[in-house]
């Protein structure tokens, strides 16, 4: 499962992170998925309970918000969601666009707590 390597480089990204800050305690890990990242966000909450046991991040708790995925249009130069299956420009439904988001799985925010 490709969600356990993408949750351990979480973790080890995390643990850098709070190594920056001695003493530091991680209470919450955000994250922003897109429906194009590649990674599923149900398997990855998997991934991460089972990580966590033993390291920094044991008593975190992990927020995963998923995105919707956005198009610009090459046309008519409007931005919007649109569905994974359906990439049309939800303003004049041309078919020429590119994507805009909805394709990054990205650390929004780390609670951590300085002593």
């Not at 992170?17 to 429906?35: C, K, Q, S």
């Not at 998997?46 to 919707?68: M, N, R, S, Y």
Request: proline share 4%; charged share 15%; net charge negative.
């Amino acid at each position: 499962m490709h969600e356990m390597s993408v949750c351990q480089a979480l973790v080890t990204q995390v643990t850098a992170i709070a190594a920056a800050h001695p003493g530091g305690h991680i209470r919450g890990i955000h994250l922003h998925n897109g429906p194009c990242s590649g990674v599923d966000s149900s398997l990855l909450r998997h991934a991460f309970e089972f990580f966590q046991k033993g390291t920094i991040v044991a008593d975190a708790t992990l927020t995963i918000e998923d995105q919707p995925l956005t198009v610009r249009c090459r046309d008519c130069a409007h931005i919007g969601a649109v569905a994974v299956n359906d990439w049309r420009c939800p303003a004049c439904s041309s078919l020429a666009t590119e994507v805009a988001g909805g394709d990054t799985l990205i650390l929004a925010r780390l609670e951590l707590d300085i002593p």
